[in-house]
């Protein structure tokens, strides 16, 4: 057995064979290999409650309400909101990155507030699953998710990249950035390296997450199509419980929850709204719908910015309508109809 201090032994690790991680780290799981468990130093029950389940996004597709109504079910156990920001979690992007596995844990160490006493199988246990809109097409994140957490399933929304983009030129507005309060949907989308830069920064952020084949792509590489579930978000928005029905079957949940008790169509919102399940275990008789930044009203797509993005996404459309054909996956509605000329 040989023996270095520890500043050597650092030394040694990122001069020979893990030198890409001198610039960023990459957190391993201490939970894959027992000899790791055993010397892990840090809280016993770190590796019962890592997520293994990962909404990855990408952003306006629907992913708060999907992480809404499995939050619903009582085998899986959302992270806790930020104390400060309320935000996602966001630890596989940076800075939240550095920040190290126990501040991960920290979003997954409570108790639930109430026993779970389903009728649910003894063997069954506790699921912590997590949503983070912007993992999807941050390009680091799939090998840092896989690295941590090898055996996690992963579930990605997909909607016809032209009303995503829109959506989120949409939720820019409402926030009140400059660049979409002064310049038009089209005019951004059609910008170019001329324009200024926080135009160019709201283009790259309505066009880069959807085109989906590239970023899937990067999903693939790191976890095999049957550890990655895609949701079609249509089908959410206009079915959710169908939609949640297939997603804990995939699952393999218990129980499976009748969601078409729980998710009732609004009509004032024009949305699926949700009965929250009380600490007794009855439904809350009264929905409640997501927050009014959730499900906006706003003006259609107009037809130049159509037109431009059926354009724009050809290429990547049909892209992912092979990629997913060659993993046995059934393509979304609107990828159908797109692909048919529609
Ligand atoms: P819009 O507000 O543009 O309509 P995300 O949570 O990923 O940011 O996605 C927000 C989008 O979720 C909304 O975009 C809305 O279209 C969609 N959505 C799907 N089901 C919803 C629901 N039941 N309630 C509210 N929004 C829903």
């Known amino acids: 057995l040989r023996w270095a201090d520890p500043?050597?032994?650092a030394t040694l690790y990122f001069n020979s064979a893990h030198r890409e991680e001198r610039q960023a780290p990459l957190w391993l799981s201490p939970c894959a290999d027992p000899r790791h468990r055993e010397i892990w130093a840090g809280p016993k029950d770190l590796c019962a409650r890592l997520p293994s389940l990962l909404i990855v996004g990408p952003q306006k597709t629907g992913s708060t309400a999907l992480h809404t109504f499995l939050s619903l079910h009582p085998?899986?156990?959302?992270?806790?909101?930020?104390p400060r920001t309320f935000e996602e979690v966001q630890f596989f992007t940076?800075?939240?990155?550095?920040?190290?596995?126990l501040h991960y844990y920290s979003y997954f160490n409570y108790t639930r507030e109430f026993t779970v006493n389903f009728t649910v199988d003894p063997g069954a246990r506790p699921i912590y699953f997590e949503k983070s809109a912007n993992y999807f097409d941050q390009a680091r994140?799939?090998?840092?998710?896989?690295?941590?957490l090898p055996s996690a399933r992963i579930v990605a929304i997909l909607m016809d990249p032209a009303q995503r983009a829109y959506s989120w030129y949409q939720h820019q507005l409402a926030h009140g950035d400059p660049a979409a309060t002064n310049y038009s949907f089209y005019q951004v989308i059609t910008s170019d390296d001329a324009a200024p830069r926080e135009v160019r920064q709201l283009r790259h952020r309505c066009l880069r997450p959807g085109r989906y084949a590239?970023?899937?792509?990067?999903w693939f590489r790191q976890y095999r199509p049957r550890s990655v579930y895609l949701v079609d978000g249509d089908q959410l928005r206009n079915s959710p419980a169908q939609t949640v029905h297939r997603l804990q079957r995939w699952l393999g949940l218990k129980p499976q929850v009748d969601y078409t008790q729980l998710l009732?169509?609004?009509k004032r919102k024009g949305f699926y709204c949700y009965r929250p399940v009380l600490s007794d275990l009855t439904v809350e008789r009264r929905p409640r719908c997501l927050g009014k930044g959730?499900?906006?009203r706003y003006p259609a797509?107009?037809?130049a910015s159509l037109a431009y993005l059926r354009t724009y996404y050809r290429h990547d459309n049909a892209q992912l309508y092979k990629l997913l054909r060659r993993h046995s996956y059934k393509p979304p509605g609107w990828l159908l109809a797109l692909q048919n000329g529609g």
């Open 294 to 296: 959730k499900g906006r």
């Open 264 to 266: 009732l169509y609004n």
């Open 214 to 218: 590239n970023i899937l792509k990067r």
């Open 141 to 148: 994140v799939p090998g840092r998710v896989k690295a941590l």
């Open 75 to 82: 085998q899986l156990l959302p992270s806790i909101k930020h």
């Open 94 to 101: 940076d800075p939240n990155y550095a920040k190290g596995l």
């Open 7 to 9: 500043q050597r032994l």
């Open 301 to 303: 797509i107009d037809e």
